[in-house]
């Protein structure tokens, strides 16, 4: 594939001998290169993700794809010796894709490559055309007139660069998760999104938006980055764009989604358990590998390997949530259904397939030695301990907070994160088995350590 991607060559015969020859160097090098990633893909946590991509596929929240995601959970749960495998069930607002094209019209014509929004409003099946109105930023949008975006197709751009804590999501993410509604509010009939991404593949990043009470969705969709780009020079050279859009999605009204759990009994069941918890819903643009296949295999099999020939002392418990790809709803459910039973500890792999490299402790001021003593050891495992509060995540964050449980986050580089998140394009292919073992290894340390911890205070 990479020799494809190099100029074309001119018809001599020493630029092929070159080849040949640079090809016949390297071959031997690389089956070596090779052999220890295939023995990875012997572990856990690697065939975890590969079977849940190729058995099950995308899994989108809601629908029966997700119900029998939650099947397979279940029974796979139960292989790897779970005590007690269950599907804890909730309802929650269905929504799925249809339809989406988009054009750019006028002498240079050019189709984007676009894909809605989570929760977009719908087009008329024949599609609509209207003006585009460009804004730089979202920044850009609010504190425009109404009559700047009145009638037309609002697109905003971004400039989301990839960043190893994947930092740029939160404040570029704005943009997807309010900017549509801000733009309904002041009357556009459409709106378009430079994808939340970092890659320049013309592959659209998908992800949920939101509707304030009172605000009608409109529909909403995001552009690849190349398309983005594409549209930001038009825009600068002053092309007033016309365009034709069609997005049929539609509301399904109330869906059975849940939650899966599964317990590592401990030695001392009375004790409150350490929660870790994945998402297992996913985008159904793809088959959700790193998001968030990884992050399920990642905390099963760390589960399983910090227990293995000799149980710790609290129960760890694992939460395959549903629904978080739609708004957190796995989560909440299960913050509402285990309220009564208090949590030592919660943890959260949500952040792809990429090596934990640093670690945020948040515990109760009375277990400083606790702290202590985890951060020296994944010390010992390259992963160096950061400062600022431990957050969780959509799925166990609800219930940590509720609770006051400690939270530990094991933060992953997410370089590229963005570059694949909520595309086409996550897929196993994209996971390195080694990385993804990195992870299993520091989080069953991790587990080993709080897991046969006595006592875990709150945190104040
Ligand atoms: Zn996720």
Redesign the pocket.
């Known amino acids: 594939m990479r020799v494809a991607s190099i100029q074309p060559m001119r018809k001599t015969t020493p630029a092929l001998a070159l080849l040949a020859s640079i090809a016949a160097f390297q071959a031997p090098a690389l089956a070596q290169a090779d052999a220890p990633q295939d023995a990875l893909k012997n572990t856990t946590a690697y065939k975890l993700v590969a079977d849940l991509t190729s058995q099950v596929g995308q899994r989108l929240a809601g629908t029966p794809r997700e119900a029998y995601a939650r099947q397979w959970a279940v029974k796979r749960l139960a292989a790897l010796g779970f005590a007690h495998p269950h599907i804890e069930p909730y309802t929650m607002p269905g929504w799925v894709r249809g339809e989406e094209k988009a054009m750019l019209l006028g002498a240079a014509e050019q189709k984007l490559a676009i894909t809605a929004l989570g929760d977009s409003g719908a087009t008329p099946a024949g599609g609509i055309t209207a003006p585009m109105v460009y804004f730089a930023s979202f920044n850009a949008l609010k504190v425009a007139p109404d009559s700047a975006v009145k009638g037309r197709i609002v697109f905003i751009d971004n400039a989301m660069q990839p960043l190893q804590d994947g930092g740029g999501y939160g404040p570029y993410g704005d943009a997807r998760r309010a900017g549509p509604a801000v733009a309904a509010s002041k009357g556009a009939v459409a709106v378009l999104i430079r994808s939340i991404g970092t890659d320049h593949n013309r592959d659209p990043h998908t992800g949920v938006t939101g509707w304030p009470k009172g605000v009608t969705p409109i529909p909403a969709a995001a552009v690849s980055v190349p398309d983005a780009e594409l549209i930001a020079l038009r825009a600068a050279h002053g092309v007033s764009e016309q365009v034709a859009l069609t997005l049929t999605p539609r509301f399904t009204g109330p869906s059975p989604s849940g939650n899966v759990v599964a317990d590592i009994p401990g030695r001392d069941p009375k004790l409150p358990p350490i929660l870790v918890g994945c998402?297992l819903d996913s985008w159904d643009l793809a088959t959700g590998a790193i998001?968030?296949g990884a992050?399920c295999a990642i905390v099963t099999a760390a589960a399983l390997q910090a227990t293995h020939g000799a149980p710790v002392l609290r129960t760890i418990r694992v939460l395959w949530a549903g629904g978080?790809?739609r708004g957190g709803f796995g989560g909440e459910a299960y913050a509402k259904a285990h309220a009564g039973e208090p949590h030592a500890l919660a943890m959260e792999s949500?952040t792809g397939a990429g090596r934990v490299w640093q670690a945020v402790i948040s515990l109760g001021a009375a277990d400083k030695a606790l702290g202590d003593a985890i951060a020296a050891r994944l010390s010992d495992m390259g992963v160096i301990r950061g400062h600022g509060e431990a957050e969780g995540g959509e799925d166990v964050g609800y219930i940590a907070h509720e609770q006051k449980a400690a939270v530990i986050d094991m933060r992953q580089d997410m370089t590229h994160y963005f570059d694949l998140h909520h595309t086409p394009d996550d897929t196993l292919d994209k996971i390195n088995p080694a990385d993804l073992q990195q992870n299993v290894d520091t989080w069953a340390e991790v587990l080993k350590i709080v897991g046969n911890a006595p006592v875990i205070a709150r945190q104040s």
């Open positions: 998402h998001d968030d992050g978080e790809e949500d």
